[in-house]
């Protein structure tokens, strides 16, 4: 996948997880950053539990879950 298609699967996954999550809505980078950082993090937990991102709606659904746990662990960090 190119850099483009990458950030534009980011930008998508981390609209997503915004609105899932019920966030604030964040903007068009702050979207991007999460949908990105959120990839790598999905990536991560879904090798760890043995699943593959296949396709573009696998690689969707991969960096969604990661945005979500994102948004999640920050959440419970600004309540701490």
């Known amino acids: 996948m190119d850099l483009l298609g990458f950030l534009l699967i980011g930008l998508i996954a981390g609209w997503i997880a915004t609105n899932l999550m019920r966030g604030s ?3 068009l980078g702050g ?3 999460v949908g990105v950082i959120g990839a790598f993090i999905g990536g991560f937990l879904f090798r760890l539990l043995g699943f593959a991102a296949v396709g573009l709606l696998g690689t969707l659904i991969t960096a969604t879950v990661g945005a979500m746990v994102l948004l999640y662990v ?3 960090l600004k309540k701490a």
Do not use: P, Y
């Open 74 to 76: 920050v959440q419970v």
């Open 25 to 27: 809505g964040l903007g």
């Open 31 to 33: 979207n991007l950053v």
